[in-house]
């Protein structure tokens, strides 16, 4: 594919950097040279200095021919313009990033495609999403729902006292026949492999595994290992950046007792405008003795998201010493990722690569509905939509030449979901989620063409 990116700043280098990994042809287009300086030393994609608004500057990145664009610059404005412009000068699709959520809300009210752009996606909103739905699925370390729940992909460590450990995921399924959920990746400890689990694969301590739940088993895979699921009614958050807004009004309106941290004092006072639900503290997070006398002790979760990844690792390790149950720190750096387990933080957060997630089912081959990459896994989870010509469609589940390094996690029919064995016989309109390593991407994407 021909994608052209307008904007070359955290998001819009991470997701150069990851397509061009994909041997896709990458334009980048930015009007600050040290970015663009960057981004040509280090991958394998073409630059332009310019503005992204600039019709002749769209013309020299060929945008005519290009099958996307996304515009990801610090203005909505200039991505909401690049994208009118990209469509009317004939790019097939358009993506463009907005920080007002309201746009999203009321996409289809609006009419966007009208305008040109296919897509909106907010870094900022759905770092929120995700916080909430890792509070929601508590007992969890990583979260994702398909079709409002109808499938959700939950990940968790194991410990030596959860009852399938040491058996074959055939052995425990033989002990649990009535399980709705179902392993998909495994990550063992200290290493950085991933493992698509087949029969004889064994379940060891300190393994960090995915599983795909239908309703109702997620409750079913706390009861099992041990897990204990607590709804999280007192939350602290520390930072009030768009994201700490976003979570502290989802949260709050949902019965959540929210109490919000922020150091600059202008900023506390608009947030406790904004938020007549949340106790707006205004002093610096970084401060033991402020987050003991606010009762951090007392809290269900404590969520870090300032702007400074470290500050948000090194309090959410204060929060967890103090016996805070759930603990989740925004980070920058990817490198952070591999860190959480070891360090002792729960789940680690990156808006980048959500913002990723989003944007990549629009380059996978089929019909790609929601895709999600696994942290600190080499693996994704795809949710394809069967057309008729589809070589899976009419299909028993065991008479599909599946690739060994991927596998179907579970089938949404109806609204439904399911978790599909052998004699699961697949048809035109199912939602099929399926997880795979990178080199079975093409040959998953094949079966759904």
Do not use: W
Request: hydrophobic share 40%; glycine share 6%.
């Amino acid at each position: 594919m021909k994608i052209i990116i307008a904007g070359a700043g955290e998001v819009g280098f991470h997701l150069a950097k990851l397509l061009s990994y994909e041997a896709q042809e990458i334009t980048l287009i930015d009007v600050n040279k040290e970015s663009l300086t960057n981004a040509d030393t280090h991958l394998d994609i073409k630059v332009i200095k310019g503005d992204s608004t600039s019709i002749s500057i769209l013309k020299d990145a060929r945008v005519s021919e290009s099958d996307l664009v996304i515009a990801v610059t610090s203005s909505e404005t200039t991505n909401i313009t690049v994208c009118v412009l990209a469509k009317q000068l004939g790019a097939k699709k358009t993506i463009a990033r907005i920080s007002n959520t309201e746009f999203i809300n009321h996409k289809d009210e609006v009419g966007f495609t009208k305008f040109g752009i296919d897509e909106l996606i907010s870094p900022e909103a759905l770092a929120a999403s995700e916080i909430k739905l890792l509070l929601d699925q508590s007992a969890f370390n990583d979260s994702y729902e398909f079709e409002n729940g109808a499938l959700t992909m939950v990940g968790l460590n194991l410990s030596s006292r959860m009852t399938f450990v040491g058996k074959t995921v055939k052995e425990a399924a033989e002990i649990f026949p009535e399980i709705r959920f179902v392993p998909i990746a495994i990550q063992r400890f200290g290493t950085q492999y991933t493992i698509i689990p087949r029969g004889d694969t064994v379940f060891k301590q300190g393994d960090n595994v995915v599983f795909i739940t239908a309703e109702g088993g997620a409750e079913e895979l706390c009861r099992l290992t041990g897990k204990t699921y607590t709804e999280v009614k007192n939350v602290m958050i520390l930072g009030g950046s768009k994201i700490g807004f976003k979570a502290a009004r989802d949260l709050s309106n949902s019965s959540t007792r929210v109490k919000l941290i922020e150091k600059d004092k202008e900023r506390a006072f608009d947030l406790a405008d904004e938020l007549p639900k949340v106790l707006v503290i205004n002093g610096d997070g970084r401060n033991v003795d402020l987050l003991e006398e606010e009762n951090l002790s007392e809290m269900d979760a404590f969520i870090a998201v300032t702007g400074n990844s470290e500050t948000n690792i090194m309090s959410c390790l204060v929060a967890k010493s103090k016996g805070v149950r759930k603990t989740i720190a925004l980070v920058e750096n990817m490198d952070y990722f591999e860190l959480s387990q070891s360090i002792g933080i729960d789940t680690l957060i990156n808006k980048k690569l959500l913002a990723a997630n989003n944007i990549f089912r629009y380059i996978r081959k089929g019909e790609v509905v929601a895709m999600t990459k696994l942290n600190n896994m080499h693996a994704e989870l795809l949710e394809f939509k069967v057309k008729s010509k589809s070589i899976i469609s009419n299909k028993l589940i065991k008479d599909i030449n599946f690739p060994r390094s991927a596998i179907i996690g579970g089938i949404i029919r109806d609204d439904k979901g399911i978790i599909a064995l052998g004699d699961f016989r697949i048809t035109q309109g199912d939602r099929v989620v399926v997880c795979c390593l990178p080199q079975s991407i093409k040959q998953v994407e094949k079966l759904f063409l």
